[in-house]
T-cell receptor, first 118, second 114 residues
Framework: AQKVTQAQTEISVVEKEDVTLDCVYE???????LFWYKQPPSGELVFLIR??????QNEISGRYSWNFQKSTSSFNFTITASQVVDSAVYFC???????????????FGQGTTLQVKP | NAGVTQTPKFQVLKTGQSMTLQCAQD?????MSWYRQDPGMGLRLIHY???????DQGEVPNGYNVSRSTTEDFPLRLLSAAPSQTSVYFC?????????????FGPGTRLTVT
């Protein structure tokens, strides 16, 4: 069965610290996609990144970087030099394949609440 | 483009009342879905649609109905609200039915059932 685990429920850091949010997933599919979404205090869900199962290259976007390792079924997210505006709930999600039974659904982790203090 | 819109933003219902949460998108997306978000549980899929006239159940469909008469609209109906349906509801859409497409989420509807 597909599953996404974000073991860190809450993380608190001081501004300018680096922080890594962990995401571990389970799937039997060979083709799948992994996502990260940000949910700021205003409540909307903001798409951050999509990564397919065949692309293990790390990605960097400004202060954000993602480390995808199939060997450990992990897709971790690092914020460098954190800022107060990074305070949010971050969700990791898995999109299953499943061929004809594909529901297209996103399987979400429980979320990690990040608080960045000034 | 307005993207994905949801109405209302907030709603309080009494147990047993019915209501419809509205969702619309103006991106001509084929795929639309409804999720509910509960504390500590992430988001869970309620119902989804791969195109006008086609709907199917997700992970937690009980107590909810959907229909898709047009590409743009995907309303979620609560027939007889229960306190267990107190949650934040998100509608999402994506270009097509497949694993590679980003899903765009609406702003959410916060529902309280007393």
């Amino acid at each position: 069965a597909q599953k996404v685990t974000q073991a860190q429920t809450e993380i608190s850091v001081v501004e300018k610290e680096d922080v890594t949010l962990d995401c571990v997933y389970e799937t039997r599919d060979t083709t799948y996609y992994l996502f990260w979404y940000k949910q700021p205090p205003s409540g909307e869900l903001v798409f951050l990144i999509r990564r397919n199962s065949f692309d293990e290259q790390n990605e960097i976007s400004g202060r954000y970087s993602w480390n995808f390792q199939k060997s450990t079924s992990s897709f971790n997210f690092t914020i460098t030099a954190s800022q107060v505006v990074d305070s949010a709930v971050y969700f990791c999600a898995l999109s299953e394949s499943g061929g004809s039974s594909n529901t297209g659904k996103l399987i979400f982790g429980q979320g990690t609440t990040l608080q960045v203090k000034p | 483009n307005a993207g994905v819109t949801q109405t209302p933003k907030f709603q309080v219902l009494k147990t047993g009342q019915s209501m419809t949460l509205q969702c619309a998108q103006d991106m001509n997306h084929e795929y639309m879905s409804w999720y509910r978000q509960d504390p500590g549980m992430g988001l869970r899929l309620i119902h989804y649609s791969v195109g006008a006239g086609i709907t199917d159940q997700g992970e937690v469909p009980n107590g909810y109905n959907v229909s898709r008469s047009t590409t743009e609209d995907f309303p979620l109906r609560l027939l007889s609200a229960a306190p267990s349906q107190t949650s934040v509801y998100f509608c999402a859409s994506s270009y097509s039915f497949g694993v590679s497409y980003e899903q765009y989420f609406g702003p959410g509807t916060r529902l309280t059932v007393t």
